[in-house]
């Protein structure tokens, strides 16, 4: 009794979070059923109990009251190139962090990864003016293309921070071998170390992707209507006349149904991806 | 060893390629432009607040027909228009041919030279004669130019639930209590007394009902929560000055008026909703529509938002008027507490209006104007103060006509009392019309800052009010005492 | 740019720490293409980095605003201002305590969890899959439908529930003493997620030889955990800790949505301090100098950081 009551011990704190984390979700999905009557009314909990759903927000969306389809699409085609590209370089250059004795000047591997990592450590709100001033002459202002560089940009120094610790910890056996067979360096990459890594590769992505898909600061600045992605749309729906809540819920939830059915596909590759060695 | 995930990402990297490539000017196509048509082909964008800017489109189709041209619409979520607005400005960034924003924004950026000017041709169709000098002088013009185009204006005032307080019980309880009638407060004193009367009565679905809502967030309008009480304390009806003293710049928010309200205001917050330092204008608005205050200081979009049936539950039970008065006001020049005959009524235009200004960096000056002038002409901005959702409040005196709120499902009464509590306030001649000098937003966040740290007790009002003042006095010194002293001036209309 | 190629004839284990070794271990294959592997990553990271961070260093000495054309050279003005500027101290203190606590929250709470769903046998992959969710939000939604709606004082749900049950009303975002608490529960609420997921994946991979001889020994539940896991876990958890007091050091979204740094200045963040400075007010030179101050202090803190566990790691691996 005692050695089964032990046993079944963790569900209790691992049920109490899933009620935190799932709490806030249902008020989401509640709220993408509320009519602007009910919320102003004041709080309710129950369909048909406390309150009649409403389709109301998601007959707007399909309408095309609120344009959900481009930045959808502006979303995506931007998070996933950009996180696509920033772990393809990244594996390049974490590989090659974690192979050779690079010299830039005083500074030796630590350095440079350090160098690459800071990158992400000045506010974004002053580099956004800079990011601005070039794309005005490079023509990339409201273009996804110009998120897209704009987040690899941003995923990049993170890619190669992590790449560079799964490198570290795969055996090196193989590739010697591989050398010593007369492959080149990049011939042995390719071949040899790159494969070993793809889960790594891909759950590195999945975490970059999460983050480019979710940004807002850059995208509100950067896109004006053309490249407009989900997170502004969202936040586009508090407006000067009041929040529209129940709007805002359901886009929500479908900006977030990307990324989750992303996640229940690949869970268990993030998984098993990072345990290869990524976060050693 | 090559996997098929290669393949995609050599896929993926080629469409980043070809999305380079294409994503150089999309050609325009206009369909069937009448010979007529003064614009063919032409597009005009313009850049506004989302939820409110879409509503132009109740009335855009008409113009792209008779011009050939094409509006295209970029709404900005309402908490970036301003930094967009700005960012686009400093970069030199072509973001639209007609900024939709607010009239502080607009004031600076026509004190920066960063607007057009309003050609002849379209000024006879915007009926300026109807507006009154507030809006025509302070928010429209600077320096005696016209860069504006007038679409709404503002007027913080007081909305309270007229049931409640015509209810035979709640009259006699406020008789026995306070010993005068309940009525619609006539000055801050009565506002509180009524807000106190009123806190934890239960009208509210079996919830305890709040006596007041204000606005009192940081960055959220606490300038103008705070200048909507403060304007009756400290604007004396014979002096045009109000912020500062305009001779020497020197900072007047210390003066014993404003600390006054600021004092009253702290007192007040005890009887609005427990949450209301973070009621942004939203969640102000939604609180009294909603039904759990009992009265309410907000701009004149309450009147219309109360009658739908989407959002209110007070349909029919507001009433409106003017901001409450005061009994005794300082007068900064004198150095003294006057005590008028009649309680000082200060008006505060706080925000002061959504406008149309074309920017500099416009790509068709003509268009934009045209358009711009076509939604703001008396016809369209009589029917966008009473569409839901424009967020359009009237700045004209032939918008007061009662009727026309009728015609919008006002009762005869509250329709009377709206137009008149707007027209009241527009014509007084002690209105205040808010700041529009440049380090707008520094002033602002300083008083803001200082304001709430007095409501949530980490000052005392003197305290946070001599801190505000010594901010002002070093912002003024940085951005030049001289400079800014002229702004000022020239912003209230006195020689320079 | 000289280039040394790291390759080693000693099997993995023995091998010394990383960046211990000297050139000329491999002088057999000096021709690698060492460059052809970093190359491409710095010239792009040089492309997008180089133009921001010189321009935003030169802004912190000129009077640049964004309203006015013309640019005034102001010397170190702009960094003197800094020393007298109320506001800039407490978003600096502000930040320093969201990121302390967030990250020291979200790490226990995350390790906790990961630890927990790896003694189950039954539904360990429903819950992983729940606890991955909050990270998927944008944050910027997070901010208004966890932060404004759920925590809403009078029309939010949690004060409601409360309400019901006999507890008065917090006062979330209204009070300057719980407001930044609120925003740590926020935080927590969505990167726990991101510890956890890390965590679990370091726990996974951990090597079983340690764990069955410490058994052997007689050694469990506490001990177990204080020899042989936690030392085991130091390597991830460095990095864990750093990406997310990295993010947490730049905190934005949820602060401005939810308080918009208010009540006064109770939970004005550093960056939103600059935005506010560069965006709203159109001040680029000053925001631009407090965005410096604000990286130098972050880059001392990972430096110093790296420094204070370079030696944990080195002992775990």
Redesign the interface.
Known sequence: MAKRLKRNL??I??AI??V??????Y??TI?SFK???D?????S?LPWVDFTPSLQAWRDLRDGAVPVVGPLINSF?AA??SS??AV???A??G??????????GPW???D?A?W???????????????????F?YL???D????L???Y??FN???A???MR?FF?AL???LE?SS?VEGA???QT????AL?LA?PGLA?TAILLF?FS?????FA??LA??KAKT???T????????????WL??A??IV??AP??AL??LL?RY??????????? | MKSPRWRQLAMAAALLGSLIGASGPVALTTAQTPPSAQFPGATVTIAGPAGQVECIKNWTGDWEKRTGATVNINAIPFADIDSKVLAATGTGTFLADIYYIGAQTAGQLMGAGQVLEVPQDVRGGLALDQIPDIYNKYQLSWNGKLYGIPWDGDMLMLNYRSDLLSDPNYQKAFKDQFGYDLAPPQSWKQYADIAQFFTGKDWDNGKPGYGLDELPMRHNHAWNGFFARAAVYAKAPDDPAFFFDPDTMKPRINNPGFVKALEDWKTAMQWGPPDMMSYDWAANAQAFVGGHAALNIQWGDIGPMSLDPNSSVVNGKVGFAMLPGATQFWDAKKGAWETPSEPNRAPFAGFGGWIFVVPKLTQNAAAAFDLASYLGSPEIRAKAMVTPGCGVNPDSLTQLDPKLWVAAGFSQQAAEQYTQAIKDSLTNPNVVFDLRIPGIQDYKDALEIAVTKALTGEATPQQALDEAAQQWDQITDRLGRDQQGKYYRESLGLAS | MRVVPRHRSQPLGAASSRGAERSGAGAAVAHAPAGFFLNPAAIIVVLLSIFPFVLSLGMTFTNWNLLYPGVAFRGLDNWARLFGDATFQRSVANTVFFTVVATAIEYVIGFALALLVLQIERGQRFFRLIFLIPMMISPAAVGYVVGRMLFSETQGPINDLLYRVGISPVPWTSNPAMAPWTIVIADVWQWTSFMFVLLLAGLQSLPHEPFEAARIDGASGWKLFAQITFPLMVPVSVTAVLIRSLELFKLIDLVRVMTGGGPGTATESVTLYVYDLALNRGDMGYGATVAYALLILVVLYALIYLALTRRAVANAT
């Open positions: 963790p569900y704190p691992l979070w899933a935190v984390v799932l709490f806030p979700l008020w989401m709220t009519r602007p009557i919320i102003n009314r004041g709080v909990y085609v996933s190139i696509v590209v393809a370089l990244g390049l250059a590989y090659g962090l974690s192979r050779f004795a690079y010299r830039w030796r591997n630590d440079i350090f690459f990592i800071s990158q992400r450590m000045l506010p974004p709100a002053a580099a956004i003016l800079a990011f601005m001033v070039m005005k023509h990339l202002l273009s996804v293309a110009g897209t560089i704009a690899t940009g990049l120094p993170f190669i921070w992590i610790d570290a055996p090196r056996e010697e050398l080149s360096w990049p990459f390719w071949q040899v494969p793809l759950a999460i898909w979710n940004e807002y600061l509100s600045l004006f209507e989900m997170p502004v969202i936040a586009g729906m508090a407006t000067s006349i009041g929040i529209r809540w805002m819920s886009l929500a900006s977030m990324t989750i996640g229940l869970e993030i998984v098993r991806g990072l345990t290869t060695g990524a976060v050693k």
